[in-house]
C-alpha cells in the first residue's frame, strides 16, 4: 500500500533529534526524501509518516 501524508518526520544523519516538515499536497515516502535531498542536500537518515501533528517529538530522543 502505497501511503501519502502531508506531514512527515525526518532525522538527518548528525541530528540528535527529529523534526517535522510539511507539503501542500499528501507526498509519498519517496517523495519525501526527495524533497529533503533538494532543501538540504542530504538524504534522511530516518523518515515517517505522522498522522496526528499535535503530537509530540521532543519525546523522540535518538543516540549517536
Known amino acids: ?24 499536497i499528501p507526498l509519498t515516502a519517496q517523495k519525501a526524501r526527495e524533497s529533503l535531498h533538494r532543501l538540504f542536500g542530504a538524504f534522511p537518515v530516518e523518515l515517517w509518516g505522522i498522522q496526528n501533528t499535535n503530537a509530540p517529538l521532543s519525546s523522540l530522543r535518538f543516540r549517536r
Open 1 to 24: 500500500m502505497i501511503v501519502r501524508r502531508r506531514t512527515w518526520s525526518y532525522r538527518l544523519s548528525g541530528d540528535e533529534f527529529a523534526k517535522n516538515i510539511s507539503f501542500n
